[in-house]
């Protein structure tokens, strides 16, 4: 089930931008959650998120080591099994084991530790999909393969939207990338955006107007119309966009935002946590902060496109795909470019099981480079 990967089969380039993204993100998780009467100021998140941190690199390490034959066999296993466990959540949503959090059930509660099923299923689809693409006889030149596909894909991301739109939008970059790498014809591309626009649209037009489920609806709207919602559903982005705007070309200094220190901006330690960037840092620093992003993507691709088994190849730039797919959801909220997903910034945010996720796809990406002249299986 496991190998040995070797120094100098790591993917260093992509592993370092993730560490030091991940130190930054600890950094602003504790001027968000600042707390003075705390020793070294560390507010419970911030504990909470240095805990994660260890337990996220662990996982990292542990599934950089895992062979590549091991993640085909558990491909489908684990496709299954997060199925099952959104199915689980609701059924007993409502219940101790799976409460309403501000009207959505999509925590598990197991004492004190919350963990979001969805985090994980994006991972086993990413698994899943790479596995199908790699079967004899799959060709998504083929526009009915392809669309299989995206049926496959789609099926878990509709049903996640229905909770939680935000990791139901990631699933988008992260199939069309394995399709496009794996040889879709780039003139199916039209009809299957047009097919996916339309479904977005339906889907729209069948949120409620009223009721618990109706702040969906009211989020949209308040994107379109953010003044006639500037108390409610729009204060949250209107708070983002003047946060990172009152930072202008330097910033205020980290920790000395006011926007964040006095409780004016909702959310800030994980959706909105890049407003806080902005505040106290200003242009140079969330744009310095952009670039790495961008070059965790490019090195992250690169590592991908190295791995010698066409299933590693597609499981790393998965892997990426749906971590790069899911930062610019998260920047398009802070910036006022889509409606309020509530969608965590990946190694950025606070978040258990958001940082575990993006890490186990990190081990998954470095267990890509072995190759099988140098792997010991067992």
Not at 178 to 193: C, E, K, S
Request: overall charge positive.
């Amino acid at each position: 089930m496991f190998h040995r990967l070797r120094l100098r089969e790591v993917a260093w380039a992509p592993l370092l931008l993730a560490l030091g993204l991940t130190a930054l993100g600890v950094l602003f998780v504790i001027s968000a959650t600042f707390d003075p009467d705390q020793r070294y100021h560390l507010g419970r998140e911030a504990r909470l998120q240095l805990a994660w941190c260890l337990v996220a690199l662990v996982s990292c390490l542990v599934c950089s080591h895992i062979s590549l034959l091991s993640w085909k066999r558990l491909a489908m296993p684990a496709y299954f099994v997060t199925w099952g466990l959104l199915l689980g959540m609701m059924v007993l949503a409502g219940t101790a084991l799976v409460p309403s959090i501000k009207g959505q059930h999509n925590w598990i509660a197991l004492g004190p530790l919350r963990l979001q099923p969805s985090e994980f299923m994006k991972l086993g689809v990413c698994l899943a999909t790479a596995l199908i693409l790699t079967r004899p006889g799959m060709d998504v030149r083929k526009l009915p393969h392809a669309l299989g596909i995206l049926a496959f894909v789609g099926a878990p991301a509709v049903f996640l939207a229905r909770e939680d739109l935000g990791s139901a939008l990631t699933f988008v970059p992260m199939v069309l990338a394995m399709l496009i790498y794996a040889g879709m014809q780039m003139r199916h591309l039209i009809p299957m955006l047009l097919l996916g626009v339309t479904v977005i649209v339906a889907g729209i037009a069948s949120l409620p107007q009223d009721g618990p489920k109706a702040y969906q609806y009211h989020r949209i709207q308040a994107w379109l119309h953010p003044e006639d919602y500037a108390l409610t559903e729009g204060y949250q982005t209107l708070r983002s966009i003047r946060s990172i705007g009152s930072g202008q070309i330097t910033g205020k200094g980290w920790a000395e935002g006011d926007q964040n220190r006095l409780g004016w901006l909702p959310e800030k330690h994980t959706d909105m946590i890049f407003a806080v960037v902005g505040e106290e840092w200003g242009f140079i620093g969330s744009a310095a902060i952009l670039v790495v992003f961008l070059g965790f993507g490019l090195a992250g691709l690169h590592a991908a496109s190295q791995s010698r088994d066409p299933f590693g190849r597609l499981v790393g730039i998965g892997v990426v795909s749906l971590i790069m797919g899911q930062e610019t959801v998260n920047l398009s909220v802070a910036l006022g470019l889509m409606p309020v997903t509530g969608i965590t910034l990946p190694f950025f945010s606070y978040g258990g099981s958001s940082l575990l996720a993006t890490y186990t796809g990190l081990g998954m990406l470095q267990a890509t480079q072995a190759t099988p002249r140098t792997a010991t299986w067992t």
